[in-house]
T-cell receptor
Framework: EAGVAQSPRYKIIEKRQSVAFWCNPI?????LYWYQQILGQGPKLLIQ????????DSQLPKDRFSAERLKGVDSTLKIQPAKLEDSAVYLC?????????????FGAGTRLSVL | GDSVTQMEGPVTLSEEAFLTINCTYT??????LFWYVQYPGEGLQLLLK?????DKGSNKGFEATYRKETTSFHLEKGSVQVSDSAVYFC?????????????FGQGTILTVHP
């Protein structure tokens, strides 16, 4: 079974530029998550989708971050404009159902450097 | 809100030494608890989990027991190997309005020397 796919693996941009990340979850997984992992810290949830609907985006900086999952499968996360503090690894995860007992499977992440 | 606290790192051990990484949590209700491992250049992988009090999760020689009375989920391994060198994250998934969302600790870097 293929895992969670993310691209690109690395991205370097200058502040105030825009950037987009792509995620394709495990086939059949209805729930998709985007996490931000700043160096030296644990991942922090940005947004959670159930199919193509948003379940939780309370930690998403909506003035500059946006995410969509239009067909309930793959998803994109966009930052516009980027700030220096957005430098982090952006992780996508998926699970077959919602709930505290369900396992989330993670992609390898996209490492973003904002200069 | 929910939170997870891990012991300060990094941890450096010799091969075959005993490993303990402490993890305590704060959450309402009855969360599920997880240990994830991140090897260099790779994504997070689930190591083990426990979904209710007194459950013991185990995998690859690692163990952790869900202790509700002490709100802890300490990770242990009797004899570590060089290949265990990685970053270990304790996490919880709560119910209620945060249904399924993972809250992570800050991670503990483990280095095992031959």
């Amino acid at each position: 079974e293929a895992g969670v796919a993310q691209s690109p693996r690395y991205k370097i941009i200058e502040k105030r530029q825009s950037v987009a990340f792509w995620c394709n979850p495990i086939s059949g997984h209805a729930t998709l998550y985007w996490y931000q992992q700043i160096l030296g810290q644990g991942p922090k949830l940005l947004i959670q989708f159930q199919n193509n609907g948003v379940v939780d985006d309370s930690q998403l900086p909506k003035d500059r971050f946006s995410a969509e999952r239009l067909k309930g499968v793959d998803s994109t996360l966009k930052i516009q404009p980027a700030k220096l503090e957005d430098s982090a690894v952006y992780l996508c995860a998926s699970s077959s159902i919602q709930g505290p007992k369900n396992i989330q499977y993670f992609g390898a992440g996209t490492r973003l450097s904002v200069l | 809100g929910d939170s997870v606290t891990q012991m300060e790192g990094p941890v450096t051990l010799s091969e075959e030494a005993f490993l303990t990484i402490n993890c305590t949590y704060t959450a309402t209700g009855y969360p599920s608890l997880f240990w994830y491992v991140q090897y260099p250049g790779e994504g997070l992988q689930l190591l083990l989990k426990a979904t209710k009090a007194d459950d013991k999760g185990s995998n690859k020689g690692f163990e952790a027991t869900y202790r509700k009375e002490t709100t802890s989920f300490h990770l242990e391994k009797g004899s570590v190997q060089v290949s265990d060198s990685a970053v270990y994250f304790c996490a919880l998934a709560a119910g209620g309005t945060s249904y399924g969302k993972l809250t992570f600790g800050q991670g503990t870097i483990l280095t095992v020397h031959p």
